[in-house]
């Protein structure tokens, strides 16, 4: 059989779900027998002008993890787009935006007034902002432009698989190598995860839910076999894609939902109004009102992993539209 | 500006109160602004939060949620989701850049068609003042 | 002029390239190093909930997860005013030495030891982690994996994940170690302590006993003099979780020593245009544009930067090696660039230890390790050392703990300033009267390695993904020649 022709590309994310390649361990030694890696995350807008010359569909599958956040990651992806068989998107910043998704509750401007003029450490009398194009006495040096919005993969290209998580874990990222390796893929569109929600598959002990608020992470000590949901935190498992392994559960914290949405589910923030107010006592408007500020971040906890494809903020690419 | 914008509102209306309510504002002849586009469902309680947000994912400029009054409800308690889930909604559209004045949730009965047609067009009103809903965070020309 | 773009040369938070003018002679005018990207974590963390910042906040970096995980959860302590139990300390300490275990395993043998096993003018397709394997044995190779593997179970035990763990809260931590876990833990960290030992033994026969190679840690181009900055513990010795801040001068004379709280009047930033990376320095004597010279407050961070800062280490074998290396480099603070990667392993060995002294600590499997916060939050900070240098994290919020400013300086920006000038040294040094080839286009690279500016473990490690690809442009910035690296 013929090697696969294997592109992993990183966008606007940490580099996690690299690691997350890694700990394949020993693993990946069977990953770089069967393909052939053409592009690695680190190399690549050096490979920039090189992938511009490769022929439509030359590579196989591409993984590409991170949100595209700048001028040079939307560029990257449609290059990349044109020239994969097969995209995947790979971890929640690919899928729904990610951590650096949570940039949308801001624009660009105040993003870089507040990292370049108003920091406390910053000392910048002149109001230097990063440019595009800086000349300095040897030349020009050139910057990729920063966008106004975060965008998820599927917003800037098509995308044929998702694979969640931060990160995904090593036992799906292995289902996913297995598939496509032995060519035996899903329907496209298809995400590589558990179809339940997590309160479905959680193993924790589920008597009756009935709360006059929530209590936060911090403020309380809880009991490490009982569902968090009953003990009055706030946990996105009612609105959260099965498949990672309850890592977070198991750690005594609650979910925070980067497995994004389940399929059925439209909008996770939307979700997790109506499941957390399910199981409150408010008989009144004030009470309810009250329960609702014990949530204190509400946007920000239900699209902690997915504020680009929260319904209010997606966008739809030209030809979608 | 405001002078030209007619704000697009989705009005949705739960069957026994509250629909009733704006038919009889109806039959009563009772004049209010055609800007309100009314979806009928069985019950408010029935109102998944999704609706609303695709509501204005969609392009409304506001919405409205109206259910029996309390202890009216034909369902016994429906509307008392409806209320627990109102206030939790309410911050995640502040926080998702969405102003109070676009989503409003109110109890109307079947004999109050004038106070329907009071609130449409006071909601008619806010909404003109502020221009059409766009969406948090900006765009990008590309 | 010409110019040369190296692009991307890196990872750091994202990605960097350097560009190199050439005079009309076609030697080096000089070299940037640029940072293309920004995420803007200051800025979209203002509204959040501050008991969410430890999850949050790894996702600065997937390499380094937990040095801004524990660096928020001090910040957090330090916000509510509440100290964690003394189990939770030790809980926090053994989980970060994991994580340095995981992180200088990956740096130093997927991405230096290709420069130095297999040699910095080697055949580029040999020049990463396989043809290292080559070099050494599978038997080594194997060894690598299997303890960077161990780094990430423990992590993964103690705080849930291994990349983007959950345990950290204000006041203590999430979930304790049960007796098993310990004897797991323990079991490994005896085998860390082990592959440590080896891997200086390994740095000594291949890179010490090559004249080639000490030659050029020695070599000018390799050198430079900034103040060198790290945590010490109460008897100035390396410490990687807590202590105070202490900076110490070209001639290692202590010049600051300073607890969180204090770091404004220590650290300042400075802004270009042509980096969306600012870059940090000593407020005094202060900033004086990229250039090496007592009066610029330019720094050193990181295992050097630690090494040169501090008195010692904490731990017997890692002292030895400590003092073993100032020796053979003729004392101390060292100079030289390309040490390290000699100090990382140093490091390597103390996190080892210090990982077995904690997992042999009777209190370490004690249930008592959350404190509950009474306090109202304010202000809090947070300091660690991360892999790649010192770590800040200073919150501000209101009286229900909702974030309204954030500020993050992180370990690799320290080294910003400092690794530009390296990279243009080397440049200078490399580049003469236009001659140009792949061995000089690496070894400029080696400059900015060596500090290890969270370049992913990934770089090397595949056959056929080669990490830069050169471009000479003429003066009016057309292509002239591509070297396919």
Known sequence: MPKLNLAIYWAAACGGCDVAILDLDEKILNVAEAANIVLWPIAMDYKYQDLSLLPKDSIDVCLFNGAVRNSEQKELAEILRERSRVMVAFGSCACFGGIPGLANFSNREGILKRVYKTSPTTVNHEGILPQAETAVPEGTLTLPAFMNRVYTLNQVVDVDYYLPGCPPPPDLIWTAVEAIVSGNLPPKGSVIAGTKSLCDTCQRVKEQKNLKGFVRPHEIIPDPEKCLLEQGLVCCGPATRDGCGHRCIKANMPCRGCFGPTGNIHDQGAKLVSALTSILQATTKEEARQAAETIVDAAGTFYRFGLPDALLQRVKRREQA | MTGSFEPKIVGILCNWCSYAGADLAGTSRLKYPANIHIVRVMCSGRVDPTFVLKAFELGADGVLVSGCRPGDCHYVDGNYKTMRRTPLLENLLRQMGVEPARFRQVWVSASQGEIFARIVEEMVKDLKEIGPYMRQGGEDLA | ?485
């Open chain 3, 1 to 485: 002029m010409k110019r040369i773009t190296i692009d991307p040369i890196t990872r750091l938070e994202g990605h960097g390239k350097i560009e190199v003018f050439l005079d009309d002679a076609g030697n080096v005018a000089k070299a940037y190093l640029q940072i293309p990207e920004l995420r803007g974590f200051e800025k979209f963390c203002e509204g959040r909930a501050a008991e969410e910042m430890p999850r949050i906040v790894p996702r600065i970096c997937g390499v380094c997860p937990e040095a801004h995980h524990l660096a928020s959860a001090k910040a957090l302590d330090s916000l509510w005013q509440v100290d964690p139990p003394p189990a939770a300390k030790k809980l926090r300490e053994l989980f970060y030495c994991a994580h340095f275990i995981h992180s200088h395993i990956a740096h130093f043998y997927a991405l230096a030891a290709p420069d130095f096993v297999v040699g910095p003018g080697a055949d580029k397709s040999q020049r990463n982690i396989l043809g290292v394997v080559a070099k050494v044995g599978l038997e080594t190779g194997t060894q690598v994996i299997k303890h960077r593997s161990y780094a990430q179970k423990i992590q993964a035990m103690i705080g849930g994940k291994a990349t983007h763990p959950v345990c950290g809260l204000p006041g203590g931590m999430s979930k304790p170690l049960s007796e098993e876990e310990r004897k797991h833990i323990e079991a490994m960290a005896m085998s860390c302590v082990d592959f440590a030992k080896e891997s200086l033994q390994i740095f000594e026969d291949v890179v010490l006993k090559n004249n080639e190679y000490v030659k050029l840690i020695l070599s000018e181009m390799y050198q430079l003099a900034p103040y060198s900055m790290g945590l010490v513990d109460g008897n100035n010795r390396v410490n990687f979780y807590d202590g105070l801040v202490r900076v110490v001068d070209q001639k290692g004379q202590e010049v600051a020593k300073f607890a969180s709280h204090q770091y404004p009047d220590f650290i300042a930033e400075h802004v270009e245009s042509w980096s969306y990376l600012k870059f940090p320095y000593l407020k005094n004597p202060g900033w004086k544009g990229i250039m090496e010279d007592a009066e610029s407050g330019i720094l050193w961070v990181g295992p050097l930067g630690r090494l040169n800062a501090a008195e010692g280490m904490a731990t017997p074998m890692a002292q030895k090696a400590y003092e073993k290396m100032y020796g053979a480099l003729g004392g101390k603070p060292s100079r030289a660039t390309l040490a390290f990667h000699w100090a990382r392993l140093v490091e390597l060995l103390y996190a080892a230890e210090r990982m077995l002294e904690l997992s042999q600590d009777p209190e370490i499997t004690s249930t008592d390790i959350r404190r509950l916060p009474t306090a109202i939050p304010r202000e809090g900070f947070g300091i660690v050392e991360a892999p790649r240098g010192t770590l800040y994290h200073h919150y501000q919020t209101n009286e229900q703990g909702i974030l309204e400013k954030v500020n993050i300086v992180v370990a690799t920006a320290h080294n910003y300033a400092a690794m530009n000038i390296s990279v243009d040294k080397a440049a200078k040094g490399l580049v003469k009267n236009g001659e140009l080839n792949q061995q000089a286009l690496n070894m400029i690279e080696m400059a900015f390695r060596a500090y290890d500016p969270c370049f992913g473990c990934a770089t090397h490690t595949m056959p056929g993904s080669l990490p830069v690809d050169i471009k000479i442009y003429n003066s009016q910035g057309e292509p002239w020649i591509n070297l396919p690296w």
